[in-house]
């Protein structure tokens, strides 16, 4: 079974560009997850998604982050214009919950760095 | 607001030794409570996990022991390996299905000397 797909792994920009990152949940995977990682810190989550619908996004930096979930498959997140503190590792994850499974399974990440 | 916190940051272990790491949480409603392990440049992978209904749950050297009065949740690598070295997390999460939601800890970086 395939793993989370994220890309890109690395990004260098500068501050007040603009990014976007992409994922690619395990197939079948109807819970999609944003969430950012900085540095000593563990993951925060940004984004839920159930099929192509937001269940949350109260943690989401509205005013420069936005994401999407076309077609309940694939999802972009994206950030306009970044800041110095945007830098951080954007990780991806998906599950299907069923039963008394939850597991979360992420992607390797997007190391993100703005300079 | 930190509603999971961990213990220690950092936490070096000989060969063969035992591993804790301690979490603490605030929010009773929790209900289940994962720990995650990620090696660099890699995502997190859940290790093991717990509901409050059992104050311990092992799986071979892995040991969650919960304590629900005192909101608090341990794990315990027994027979440390030097591919244990990586960087754990505890979490704690409400509810299920599409409420799923993780709150993680900060992490504890675990290195474990051949």
């Known amino acids: 079974e395939a793993g989370v797909a994220q890309s890109p792994r690395y990004k260098i920009i500068e501050k007040r560009q603009s990014v976007a990152f992409w994922c690619n949940p395990i197939?079948?995977?109807?819970?999609l997850y944003w969430y950012q990682q900085i540095l000593g810190q563990g993951p925060k989550l940004l984004i839920q998604?159930?099929?192509?619908?937001?269940?949350?996004d109260s943690q989401l930096p509205k005013d420069r982050f936005s994401a999407e979930r076309l077609k309940g498959v694939d999802s972009t997140l994206k950030i306009q214009p970044a800041k110095l503190e945007d830098s951080a590792v954007y990780l991806c994850?998906?599950?299907?919950?069923?039963?008394?499974?939850?597991?979360?399974?992420f992607g390797p990440g997007t190391r993100l760095t703005v300079t | 607001q930190q509603q999971v916190k961990q213990s220690p940051q950092s936490l070096i272990v000989q060969k063969g030794g035992i591993s804790i790491i301690n979490c603490a949480y605030e929010n009773t409603a929790f209900d289940y409570f994962p720990w995650y392990q990620q090696f660099p440049g890699k995502g997190p992978a859940l290790l093991i996990a717990?509901?409050?209904?059992?104050s311990e749950k092992k799986e071979g050297r892995f040991t969650i022991s919960f304590n629900k009065s005192a909101k608090q949740f341990s794990l315990h690598i027994m027979d440390s390996q030097p591919g244990d070295s990586a960087t754990y997390f505890c979490a704690a999460s409400i509810g299920g299905g599409s409420n799923y939601k993780l709150t993680f800890g900060k992490g504890t970086l675990l290195t474990v000397n051949p």
């Open positions: 197939s079948g995977h109807a819970t």
């Open positions: 998604f159930q099929n192509n619908g937001v269940v949350d």
């Open positions: 717990i509901r409050p209904d059992v």
């Open positions: 994850a998906s599950s299907s919950p069923t039963g008394s499974s939850y597991e979360q399974y």
